[in-house]
């Protein structure tokens, strides 16, 4: 993107819609934090998958149906007239793949929701953004009960890089989410711009 | 599809919601010509449309009179993203819309993104 960042259609401003992806396994709370932060009660999409839009790869565990259905919860965080933060939570699922694909073109970044007591299902999320190159932090979701790591014991558990931030959060918590996307929009900026969204 | 005779089940099950409905709508077209990227926005230009438009059509250029996003004008007429951009593409063949897409190419400026920490520090 250029400098200026709304466009206008006749008198009228459009805003810059920015892409967040929240990630994670399936209910780890991703709509949890969505909820949490957007100031619309979130909404949904559904994609409709038809075999002709299914990978050769992605057939695998569909059973015989000929559709089926993908809804995707998002957010907004109207930020001023001419920027709007657009919060999506990824299908759970990892046999949709290719609708990530298609979620993180263009994405700022993304928010790895990871629960604890069942780290081994942010795995494919963690995987999936470092083979593309997508910004992203891991987000600890520690609620009542959960139990609890240090950022540290999370990181080596899931063979981090070093400079892919983790942090504890409350994904109920409005103001512990909005840290967290504080955050990860700090970690995109310490990237070189040049390298361009994925 | 399940056996139209069969009441019960008009749609294929919960989950899949009413799938037949809204691409009997698109006459069974899955191409559309223009990526109409979630977060992109589009905005009815004020032309006066043909008779030929379906009332699908009319219900997005209704939601469109303000720019709105693609993901949003999706989830309000509650027709699957796919649906909705056969129809967004029609209504940009005729320019009763347009679309502003996102530049995905490369990443908001650092003005932008001061501006969106900014924002979410005064949430």
Redesign the interface.
């Given at each position: 993107m250029g400098s200026a960042r709304s466009e206008r259609s006749g008198s009228t401003v459009v805003p810059h819609g920015i892409k967040i992806l929240i990630a994670g396994g399936f209910g780890v709370g991703k709509t949890t934090l969505v909820s949490s932060i957007s100031e619309i009660r979130p909404l949904q999409t559904e994609e409709v998958l038809t075999d002709a839009g299914i990978g050769i790869d992605n057939l695998d565990g569909l059973d015989d149906k000929s559709t089926t259905t993908v809804a995707m919860d998002f957010g907004r965080i109207t930020i001023n007239e001419e920027i709007i933060v657009y919060l999506f939570g990824t299908p759970g699922q990892d046999r949709f793949w290719f609708l990530w694909d298609e979620l993180a073109l263009g994405a700022l970044g993304a928010v790895v929701l990871a629960d604890t007591g069942r780290l081994i299902e942010c795995f494919p999320s963690v995987d999936y953004f470092e083979r593309r190159g997508t910004p992203f932090l891991v987000a600890v979701n520690c609620f009542d009960g959960a139990r609890r790591y240090t950022a540290d014991a999370v990181r080596d558990a899931l063979d981090l890089d070093a400079g892919v931030p983790v942090l504890l959060c409350d994904a109920r918590e409005r103001i512990s989410v909005r840290d967290v996307l504080i955050q990860l929009v700090q970690h995109v900026m310490t990237k070189p711009r040049q390298n361009g969204l994925n | 599809?399940r056996d139209e005779s069969d009441p019960g089940h008009e749609w294929?099950d919960d989950?899949?919601?009413p799938?037949v409905r809204?691409?009997a709508v698109i006459g069974g077209r899955?191409k559309h010509a223009r990526q109409f990227?979630?977060?992109?926005?589009v905005?009815a230009t004020g032309r006066h449309g043909g008779g030929h438009l379906q009332p699908e059509h009319r219900r997005l250029l209704e939601r469109a009179v303000?720019?709105v996003?693609v993901?949003?004008v999706?989830?309000?007429v509650d027709l699957?993203?796919?649906?909705v951009r056969v129809l967004l593409s029609d209504l940009l063949a005729d320019e009763l819309i347009?679309v502003?897409e996102?530049?995905?190419?490369?990443?908001?400026?650092?003005?932008?993104?001061e501006?969106?920490?900014n924002?979410?520090?005064s949430?």
């Open positions: - | 599809m294929l989950e899949a919601g799938v809204p691409y899955t990227d979630v977060v992109a926005f905005v303000e720019p996003s993901a949003e999706a989830a309000h699957p993203l796919g649906v347009v502003h996102p530049d995905g190419a490369t990443r908001p400026a650092e003005n932008v993104l501006a969106v920490i924002g979410l520090r949430l």
